[in-house]
């Protein structure tokens, strides 16, 4: 009997086995698992700019000249000194910049290569992507295989105005110009610019490729901080020696398309540092003029102008704020 008994309580004991065991994996089932951590993306930092105080450029109380007066579509007349804005005509209106945009291009080389001391090291060589440019583009006549300074491609691109040389400089900062494109963007953006986008390096026409006069005013106030930068684009010829793809030597005279620098020319500004020109059919004239009177600075940008109305624009402002 006792044996039965013992019997009958093994085999409750061994039928019981089962259920535990599987009660105790319910348990450990019914856990949730302890969720993976997440990798984190490291945030990816923006390009880094040498910093510019921009000041907060402020609106004259009285325009110095009424806008019926002023023939060009759009201006403004900067003195930046004491961060005066004397005439505002359209100021904030989107423009197209044409070859002012070069501004630009000239700034993010020339403080690449002033922080790498490269600025008169022959290190751009024009590509076939360099010459990549649109039929009718003023060229400054490089061809591929030559091999430039810095400073040299500079001078082609502020005097001559060349779509070939600017593209070498953007090539040179960023060795694509897709990617300089998107350094300029960034630039205009630290520059506190807000009416700008840029789609190339040239200023060659595109429906989102635009300025204002005000934004072009401050990208020619940063141009302004560089003295060499000054000098090159208030340089009216330049002659440049540099080698061609078979390493024989080349020479290139390059000539400022803005006269007002030019001391032979009727446009001759005696106030007139520096400049930088700008045409397409839908643009019209463009012009920057970086000016200086009595040791203070003023910048003058002049847009969607007709033939004929950038120079007596500026004669008119000259006569009213210096004279």
């Known amino acids: 009997m006792r044996r039965m008994i013992a019997a009958v309580v093994l085999l409750g004991i061994l039928a019981l086995i089962p259920a535990l065991v599987g009660f105790k994996q319910d348990q450990k089932s019914s856990t949730p698992a302890k969720a993976a951590t997440p990798e984190v993306e490291q945030m990816k930092q923006g390009p880094v700019f040498p910093k510019i105080e921009m000041g907060s450029w402020s609106l004259s109380d009285t325009n110095l000249i009424a806008n019926e007066d002023i ?17 505002d005509k359209n100021a904030n209106d989107r423009v197209f910049p044409a070859s002012t ?3 630009m291009t ?9 922080e790498k001391n490269e ?17 009718d583009s003023h060229i400054a006549h490089l061809a591929i295989g030559d091999t430039l300074t810095v400073r040299q491609a500079l001078y082609a691109t502020l005097l001559e105005s060349g779509n070939d040389a600017a593209n070498s400089l953007a090539e040179y900062t960023s060795d694509s110009t897709d990617d300089f494109v998107k350094l300029m963007n960034a630039r205009a953006e630290v520059l506190g610019l807000t009416g700008t986008h840029f789609m190339n390096a040239h200023g060659y026409s595109d429906p989102n490729h635009y300025t204002t006069a005000n934004d072009m005013a401050k ?5 302004s901080t560089y003295p060499e930068l000054v000098e090159i684009a208030g340089t009216y010829e330049y002659k440049a020696e ?15 398309l803005g006269s007002s620098i030019n001391e032979r020319s009727v446009n001759y500004s005696k106030y007139v540092t520096a400049t930088k020109t700008g045409y397409t059919d839908e643009s019209g004239y463009t012009m920057v003029f970086i000016m200086n009177h009595q040791e203070e600075t003023y910048i003058l940008v ?8 950038t120079f007596p624009a500026m004669r008119l402002v000259e006569e009213y704020a210096f004279q």
């Open 119 to 135: 600025l008169d090291q022959p290190i751009i060589t024009i590509k076939s992507s360099t010459l990549d440019i649109p039929w």
């Open 71 to 87: 023939p060009v579509g759009a201006l403004t007349f900067v003195n930046v000194t004491e961060q005066k804005i004397l005439i």
């Open 106 to 114: 000239a700034l993010l080389a020339y403080e690449k290569a002033s």
């Open 219 to 223: 990208i020619a106030y940063a141009f």
């Open 302 to 309: 002049t847009m969607q102008a007709k033939s004929g109305q």
């Open 242 to 256: 540099f080698k061609d793809k078979d390493g024989n030597g080349k020479r290139r005279w390059w000539y400022h």
């Open 101 to 103: 945009t070069k501004l």
